[in-house]
């Protein structure tokens, strides 16, 4: 029996997931603060519960995200984006290509037959088109985030979004919001410039089907649908999208 | 008076330098933020030649008769029209670079630097003789088959110096502070053969490219786990790598020859096969495993050469990995999870 972890420090949530003989045994998403040590141990602690284990019986952690290097307890360090490429893998091994946007930072992955990383591309050192961009639109719009999806399907159609820059799509939702465009609108206007965005990223690095989202931003359906309209395909997203970089630091962990 | 004469871009021919009795001493630009280029340059400018002219005009070069500025891309166009004004004391001298490679073109360049020659004599000075430009190139062919041959080794060496050793050193060569410290090239080059190693073992190994390739990257490409075999850069092999066949009986057609004819630079618009070619010859001379191609903030060439780069890439089966930079030194949390990936591609880690 191999009983091993994966941690994920993300920029707003941290996972841990604990897979026992190749299989998730237990899994936990707590928020991301400045005690990631402290916040990966109780991450780790909660997964390790579901599971019914204790950490002496683990026989492995391995550490990814933004915050891999504040995991003092895991043997390896593995970047997320060699995690989510093996946890997608783990789920559907036909899958081709991984959009994954997380709270800081949007990747597209491709993989080869065998689960491993081809090629990858990274967002610029710039908010448009992450997590943290819906965040904020959220605010100048004072709608739950996680309520930005069911909003966005009332809409027939999306309010044009001509700035990507975090800071300017603020000011032009504000004057949106002052014209008295419908806030569903806007939102799913929102969702397609993020789309745009991701999908310019995609074909740069030559997207393939078939297609699978991760991170915490494929929880909402109207970013998903925007991908997928743009893309012209459909996106596969696993039922807990936020933990597949975790699931696949557990899968790695174990040699 | 100081004998230093500034030079940036590997266009320029520092024989001529030596040969008037002046130090060549290359402006290798700074790390940090440059808000004195900034009231003088736009932003949307080469880092790094911003960063020179913070360098001179915050003192931090050395006395300085003059700079040599190669009129060879547009940011050094905005640079050699500042300097003056600006930039450090001294002479400013401009050097226009043709964009291609071919009989009208070393002709051109070889008249450039005939005037160059005559433009940063010293006053009163006799015009250049033949012979002693001659004498000067020998020198510095010397100095370049001397690095050739520390080049060779890793090429072919299963531990060779890493990139990090080697840019310091072409650091160090191409910075002296006098003509005592110009003499001592030997030195230079020997520490390098001789420094104990024993870490290439299974790392992969690297072609490094770009603009100018930051101190930065390297360092953290070689902490991660890569091996930098082959750095094709502006501050990096290219000014080494040149055909020296002296088949000229004319020195300033021979130095034409020699700098338009060696590895091309994205600049040289009109060589993209021989660029080509060179990357080819570099991956199996080198046994390249990966390229890393660093992008400088607002330097089209660089851009547009990365395209091409790509495509060869792709044909190849290579991986390569783009990383885009700002010569700033803060780039460090932007490229590590990009250059981890990267190295994990490979199987590191």
Request: glycine share 10%; net charge neutral; charged share 20%.
């Amino acid at each position: 029996m191999s009983l091993t972890a994966g941690v994920d420090i993300g920029s707003l949530t941290t996972k841990a997931v604990v897979v026992r003989d190749g299989r998730m045994a237990g899994a936990a998403v707590l928020r991301s603060g400045v005690d990631s040590a402290g916040i990966a141990e109780k991450a780790l602690q909660e997964a390790l519960e579901q599971a019914g284990a204790g950490a002496e019986s683990l026989d492995g952690i391995v550490a990814t995200g933004y915050g891999r290097i504040r995991v003092p307890f895991a043997q390896r360090r593995v970047t997320e984006i060699t995690c989510h490429a093996r946890g997608i893998y783990h789920l559907w091994p036909e899958v081709r290509t991984v959009i994954d946007i997380g709270g800081q930072d949007s990747k597209v992955i491709l993989l080869d037959a065998g689960g491993k990383v081809r090629d990858f591309v990274m967002n610029e050192k710039c908010a448009a088109g992450t997590g943290r961009f819906l965040e904020v639109m959220a605010g100048a719009l004072d709608v739950p985030v996680e309520e930005m999806g069911a909003f966005s399907q009332q809409a027939g159609q999306g309010a044009s979004i001509s700035s990507m820059c975090t800071v300017f799509a603020e000011s032009e939702v504000v004057s949106l919001v002052a014209e008295g465009r419908p806030v569903a609108e806007i939102i799913r206007g929102l969702h397609n410039a993020v789309a745009q965005r991701v999908v310019a990223m995609a074909q740069r690095v030559g997207w393939e089907e078939p297609v699978a989202m991760t991170g915490g931003v494929a929880k909402n359906p109207g970013v998903v649908k925007s991908l997928e309209e743009t893309l012209g395909t459909s996106i596969r997203v696993p039922p807990d999208p936020q933990i597949i970089g975790a699931l696949g630091a557990a899968l790695l962990a174990i040699g | 008076m100081s004998h230093l004469v500034g030079w940036l871009c590997h266009f320029t021919p520092v024989e001529i330098f030596t040969a008037l009795g002046y130090t060549p001493y290359r402006l290798l630009g700074r790390e940090g933020n440059n808000p004195r280029a900034a009231t003088y340059l736009v932003g949307n400018l080469c880092p790094y030649v911003q960063s020179c002219l913070e360098a001179a005009i915050k003192q931090e070069l050395p006395l300085l008769a003059g700079v040599v500025i190669a009129r060879s891309c547009n940011a050094m166009i905005h640079l050699a029209n500042v300097w003056p004004h600006y930039g450090a004391g001294g002479k400013t001298v401009v050097l226009d670079v043709p964009r291609r490679f071919d009989e009208d073109a070393v002709f051109y360049f070889s008249q450039n630097l005939r005037r160059l020659a005559a433009e940063l004599a010293p006053p009163g000075e006799q015009q250049l003789s033949e012979e002693r430009l001659w004498a000067a190139i020998t020198w510095w062919e010397e100095q370049r088959a001397a690095w050739r041959e520390l080049l060779a080794c890793r090429a072919a060496g299963e531990d060779p110096p890493g990139g990090k050793e080697i840019m310091d050193g072409l650091a160090r060569w191409q910075t002296p502070l006098n003509p005592q410290e110009a003499g001592k090239w030997e030195t230079v080059i020997n520490r390098l053969t001789g420094q104990p190693r024993g870490k290439a073992a299974r790392r992969p190994r690297l072609l490094l490219a770009g603009s100018i390739l930051p101190r930065e990257l390297i360092t953290m490409v070689e902490e991660c786990g890569g091996l930098s075999v082959f750095e094709d850069s502006c501050n990096g092999m290219r000014l080494l790598l040149a055909p020296a066949a002296r088949a000229e009986g004319d020195p300033y057609l021979y130095l034409a020859r020699l700098y338009l004819g060696g590895p091309p630079c994205p600049r040289m618009v009109g060589d993209r096969e021989k660029r080509r070619q060179y990357w080819a010859a570099a991956v199996d001379r080198f046994r390249i495993q990966g390229i890393i191609y660093h992008v400088m903030k607002f330097c089209d060439a660089a851009m547009y050469d990365f395209i091409a780069l790509k495509a060869f890439c792709e044909k190849k089966g290579l991986p390569l990995l783009r990383l885009d930079g700002d010569f700033s030194g803060g780039n460090r949390g932007q490229w590590q999870t990009r250059l981890e990936a990267f190295l994990e591609m490979l199987g590191v880690g």
